[in-house]
């Protein structure tokens, strides 16, 4: 999670690289509401540029908060107070990153209350 953090606030994705499995995949949630990609993404390369380039233009000031999303380890995104986006993923038996899913669906947000937040 630090190392995907790192990635967008920064643009340096050499230590995500490290903790990515090679066919990672990222899966994005807008709901047909907010903006998000429309496919999924596949491998190394085609979401380390994603995560450089769009997310970095676009969540670099977002506020990151640790938190148990789905009874395991993510991110909440918020910008000024309010909840915009969640990140989890999903790891291999080797502890490899290799899914990653982006909800910015508001609807889906809604659920997400205070106490989920570690």
């Known amino acids: 999670m ?22 990672i995949e990222l899966y994005a949630d807008g709901g047909g509401r907010v903006p998000t990609i429309l496919n999924t993404l596949r491998g ?23 938190s148990d999303i789905n009874g395991g380890p993510g991110i909440i995104l ?16 080797t502890g490899k990153a290799t899914n990653i899913y982006i909800v910015r669906n508001p609807d889906k947000l809604e659920r997400l209350s205070g106490a989920a937040i570690s």
């Open 78 to 93: 918020q910008k000024d107070g309010t909840t915009v986006g969640s990140i989890s993923f999903a790891y291999d038996q």
């Open 44 to 66: 190394k390369t085609e979401m380390l540029d994603f995560v450089s380039q769009k997310l970095r233009e676009y969540w670099a000031d977002f506020d990151w908060l640790a």
């Open 2 to 23: 630090a190392a995907f953090e790192s990635a967008v606030v920064t643009g340096n994705t050499q230590q995500l690289a490290v903790v990515l499995s090679n066919d």
